[in-house]
């Protein structure tokens, strides 16, 4: 079955950095954008950043331009969110999502907690 496993959230200061992992298996990214969501308490859920195979085009919320980065490792299946400068503003849990191109229902990790705080 479809799994997105998800590791590497804590507690980080401001101006400090983490690095977000996410261990796909029972698929492969050819055919689905990989994306990070992020839901801070009392907010709505937020499209951070997005990565596609076709082209490999990445996308970023204006918010985190410049800070973070969305990659992935084809051999070892697994998409990161490498987030720098982080800000208090940034504290959210954060989801993995895999989104299929040609056909409907996303799939979702189960979420890491990101506490940006001095």
């Known amino acids: 079955q479809v799994q997105l496993v998800e590791s590497g959230g804590g507690l980080v200061q401001p101006g400090g950095s983490l690095r977000l992992s996410c261990a796909a298996s029972?698929?492969?990214?050819?055919?689905?954008?990989m994306n990070w969501y992020r839901q801070a308490p009392g907010k709505e859920r937020e499209l951070v950043a997005s990565?596609?195979?076709?082209?490999?085009?990445?996308n970023y919320a204006y918010p985190v331009k410049g800070r973070f980065t969305i990659s992935t490792d084809n051999a070892k299946n697994t998409v990161y969110l490498q987030m720098n400068s982080l800000k208090p503003e940034d504290t959210a849990v954060y989801y993995c999502n895999a989104r299929p191109t040609y056909w409907r229902g996303d799939y979702w990790g189960q979420g890491t907690q990101v506490t940006v705080s001095s």
């Open positions: 990565i596609t195979s076709a082209g490999g085009s990445t």
């Open positions: 029972g698929f492969t990214f050819s055919n689905y954008a």
